[in-house]
């Protein structure tokens, strides 16, 4: 496994987990500039200055959002007996479920500062979030945390995880960064090129990561199981369920309304 720690200066240690959060800032502000060039975006008024601005709004709601998702649906006993931890960040540890509803916050404050409605702030920038997912899971990698499940040991891949067991692993955040984040923006970003209904782009972006999300958890260690239906699910399919039914249900319903953007 790499090592956590990309550079060392003293007692100032720069962790490759930040630099992934730092990667994945980076590629909004590169792919938005390129979304500002779609003909049907330039047209509802979306500049530059926005995107820029946009970018706190969303720093603020990734890092706030992740960390109390992973306080609060994962490790709250944990967290709550000890406090300080919710603050060390650079150890890893962020939901993105978390992430996603902090963003929603953030993107509703900044719409009511700047009068846009808030499904078309969502709409403009949820082809820019998933390579954010995929930077997001290859610093789980290199941070040794959200190790897969047991694993066949002649599959070429598997992995003995650092401070778990000798047993062979799925390299699970690797499965992640490459469907919940790479796979997903290839598809969600061709999808996006087009006009399409008001509020169907950021509903088939919810839907489609929930998918993915859900089958990706089948490869990784749960944080814990639920039984829903008599079947035994983990905590981030749970998750992923309203994600794909809600997200369905908004995408249906943008293209029987067929609205435009305001």
């Known amino acids: 496994m790499p090592d956590p720690v990309a550079l060392k200066i003293g007692p100032l240690a720069i962790h490759w987990y930040g630099l992934m959060y730092l990667a994945a800032f980076a590629q909004y502000l590169l792919l938005g500039r390129l979304r500002l060039k779609h003909p049907h975006i330039a047209a509802a008024g979306w500049k530059k200055e926005h995107l820029d601005d946009l970018l706190y709004y969303c ?54 500062k700047h009068q846009r409605a808030w499904v078309d702030i969502m709409d403009f920038t949820a082809p820019l979030a998933p390579l954010g997912f995929f930077f997001g899971r290859i610093g789980n990698f290199i941070n040794a945390e959200l190790w897969g499940r047991v694993a066949d040991p002649s599959l070429p891949w598997a992995m003995i995880w650092p401070r778990v067991d000798n047993l062979p692993r799925h390299p699970s955040p690797l499965y992640q960064a490459l469907v919940d984040g790479l796979l997903l923006f290839i598809i969600l970003w061709f999808y996006a090129r087009k006009p399409r209904p008001r509020m169907a782009v950021v509903s088939f972006g919810v839907m489609m990561y929930g998918c993915a999300r859900f089958f990706t958890e089948f490869f990784r260690t749960p944080d814990y199981e639920v039984h829903v239906a008599g079947i035994m699910i983990s905590a981030g399919q749970l998750l992923s369920l309203p994600m794909i039914i809600i997200g369905l249900a908004l995408l249906c319903l943008a293209y029987k309304r067929q609205m435009k953007p305001a």
Not at 98 to 111: A, E, S, Y
């Open 59 to 112: 720093v603020l709601g990734v890092i706030v959002g992740a960390r109390l998702g992973e306080v609060l649906f994962y490790h709250p006993v944990y967290y709550f007996s000890h406090p300080l931890e919710i603050f060390a960040v650079w150890k890893g540890g962020m939901s993105i479920h978390g992430g996603f509803l902090g963003v929603i916050l953030c993107m509703w404050w900044w719409g009511r």
